[in-house]
């Protein structure tokens, strides 16, 4: 059995792979002091557990996920909102301009959107920013995918559709990485 919200995360988990890819195939993209600064975008795997009364009749379900490492943080939402706080946020220098690590993952909100041909804007992006690695890697849970040109439905009540495409365009400041990964700034159309 698969809930709407197993289904965003595997749908956003393949998305934030490509995604991965790119940016390391993007010359523009690379540090000028370590590579290793660039952050990696991925979400957590979920169990999810039947749970039984004593009589062994099936009374409900539990989903678990793996303890996050960092400070859980939300950084964008399926609204429009945008977390602000830079105070918080690691950095790294490209092409001699210093751009956040949070600048990947909204670049990664609208690239999806780019990916997908304006089909699915993966945004609601909420975790922790791992940095015990090798590679820092924001460790993402319960994504949400927007959908314009599906029902509702497919992708569960946190599907704002049109609504939710447009709220997150509409509070969206292109960075540098959305400049470096070629997408096209906010409000343009592709032809």
Known sequence: MCTSAE?????????ATLFNKTVMKTPELRPIFDFRRIPVIAFVKCHIYVVKNCTGREEGHLVVENLLKGRFTK?????????????????VVLNGDVVLLTDFLHAFSHWSYV??????????LQGA?????TRPKFELTDPAICSQRS????FGKTNGGSWGVRQFFR?????????C????PVGTRRR
């Open 7 to 15: 289904l965003d995360k595997k749908q956003a988990g393949d998305l």
């Open 75 to 91: 950084y964008n939402g399926n609204n429009g909102y945008v977390n602000s706080q830079r105070h918080l946020d690691r950095t």
């Open 115 to 124: 990916h997908t041909n304006r089909k699915l804007l993966v945004s609601d």
């Open 129 to 133: 920013l791992n940095e015990e690695g």
């Open 151 to 154: 029902g509702r439905n497919r």
């Open 171 to 179: 509070s969206h400041k292109c960075s540098l990485v959305c400049k």
């Open 181 to 184: 990964l070629g997408l096209p």
